[in-house]
């Protein structure tokens, strides 16, 4: 026999879901329901999401910082998006940031949201564990970062040079423009650093330089950008395209990283991203907490008096217009860390901190609550909702589970999010593994708790005893 054409007597069956049984393709539901925004599995990487859920928190945000006008030098410029609740964590807070910022935020840059008055990008920053990120100039070397190995950085140029190519040639600009409909948007950018597109689409490279070197915004930026990115044409023999992601990229990794970082983010980027027709951006800082659990209290005083200077009171571009709006995620107990030098620097004056005993949030204060029972079930629906294998066989948006089951379940999770999506993982598993169950209801529910109950004494126990110690800890 040949060995490319033998067959084994042993053929695998095809193996049926256990989750079948359920009109279910697989387990919806993350076994540890944590962000993970690089994962290919829509359970964990923010796919699946219910923006219902998160409905009053959103309203707040867009009437308080998205929709107003950044002309308007009364709104706030800081915001914190924070629990009050110790079995906050995994409430739900980093997907609805990332949710926010592709569907509300960077799909448009803000325009319609704001009643077309803002034109903002959105940016999402988590400090590094260890305290590697402990410090103001360690903090925005990371949105530099982001800035420049993100799309940002090159939307940014893409739009400098269309609105020089609108201005300079206005009657080539819509056939320009109807040159690029069939293309991708990341291949905008590609487009316009290509000479080539210019000379087949009859456009002086030479002349949109010059206009682009003149632009008000740019020649207020440092001698030293503007010399070595922006001028540098002047010098060259061929028409080329000075102003690229790849130059500004390696200007600063050469001359910037390790010093006057914070200067040229709070000015020149600020300067830059005016030049294309910004006028603001918000940048989402999560799990805050990482920054001050390694800070002296010296470190912390230097932290909050670097945030009162460059975004309030400083000389930089940024505190003059109030460019950038800075959200800072807290989970509870992380606002006393920071209370005394937020005092000490005349922060609280200027923007409260919420704390874990205020009663009512101010406006700059977003507070994210434990779901409530019809939350709890809308987010539970979406997931199964997914993982349907036939939408046509039963018409129950909840099934397997029942409203009883849903309500047992959102109860001992305490309405949190992470705890609701992780019990409905192992309740499912539980009930894919007992015999003659057709449905899981509050029955099962009850019993699989009872079974598990020393399991959840001990999470109970941990939860507390930390919380105890993040107190001692506080008040010493």
């Not at 107003?68 to 409430?91: A, C, E, H, W, Y």
Request: proline share 3%; aromatic share 12%; glycine share 4%.
């Amino acid at each position: 026999m040949n060995k490319y054409t033998n067959k084994p007597k042993n053929i695998t069956p095809e193996r049926i879901s256990e989750y079948k049984q359920f009109n279910l393709t697989e387990n919806p539901f993350p076994a540890t329901p944590f962000m993970a925004l690089q994962s290919p599995d829509k359970r964990v990487n923010g796919t699946i999401y219910e923006k219902s859920i998160r409905n009053e928190e959103y309203e707040q945000l867009k009437e308080n910082f998205l929709s107003k006008p950044q002309s308007d030098f009364s709104r706030s410029r800081l915001g914190f998006l924070m629990d009050t609740s110790f079995v906050g964590r995994g409430n739900g807070k980093t997907a609805f940031l990332m949710h926010l910022l592709k569907k509300n935020i960077n799909n448009d840059y803000c325009h319609s949201i704001s009643n077309e008055e803002n034109k903002c990008f959105g940016l999402y920053i988590q400090p590094e564990t260890g305290g590697k990120t402990k410090t103001f100039e360690k903090l925005i070397e990371k949105i530099i970062l982001e800035i420049i190995n993100k799309n940002t950085l090159k939307d940014c140029i893409v739009s400098i040079y269309l609105t020089a190519i609108m201005e300079t040639f206005p009657t080539k600009f819509e056939s320009v423009i109807n040159s690029l409909n069939n293309i991708e948007e990341d291949e905008y950018y590609t487009k316009i650093t290509d000479p080539k597109w210019y000379k087949d689409n009859e456009l002086d490279l030479n002349e949109l330089e010059n206009f682009v070197q003149s632009n008000k915004y740019l020649k207020n930026m440092s001698n030293d950008f503007y010399n070595t990115i922006i001028a540098k044409s002047q010098c060259s023999l061929l028409p080329n395209i000075s102003l690229t992601a790849e130059a500004i990229k390696e200007y600063y990794i050469i001359n910037l990283k390790k010093k006057n970082n914070v200067e040229f983010f709070f000015n020149d980027l600020v300067l830059l991203f005016e030049a294309a027709n910004f006028n603001g951006a918000y940048i989402f800082i999560d799990d805050f907490e990482r920054i001050p659990d390694f800070q002296s209290e010296r470190d912390r005083r230097d932290f909050v008096n670097s945030i009162r200077t460059y975004l309030f009171d400083g000389t930089s571009e940024n505190a003059k217009k109030g460019f950038y709006n800075f959200l800072l995620v807290l989970h509870a107990g992380v606002p006393r860390l920071i209370e005394k030098a937020w005092g000490d620097s005349g922060m609280e004056q200027r923007c409260t901190l919420a704390t874990i005993d205020k009663t009512q949030s101010e406006g700059h204060q977003i507070i994210f609550k434990p779901l409530n029972i019809t939350s709890t079930e809308k987010l539970i629906s979406a997931y199964i909702r997914e993982y349907r294998a036939d939408s046509n066989i039963i018409n129950d948006d909840l099934y397997p589970f029942t409203q009883d089951s849903v309500n047992k379940i959102h109860s001992v999770s305490d309405g949190n999010v992470s705890k609701i999506l992780k019990n409905c993982h192992h309740i499912l598993e539980a009930a894919t593994k007992t015999k003659n169950i057709t449905v899981i209801d509050k029955a099962f529910v009850d019993s699989y708790f009872q079974k598990n109950d020393m399991l959840n004494v001990k999470d109970n126990n941990f939860l507390n005893n930390a919380q105890i110690n993040l107190m001692d800890d506080i008040n010493e």
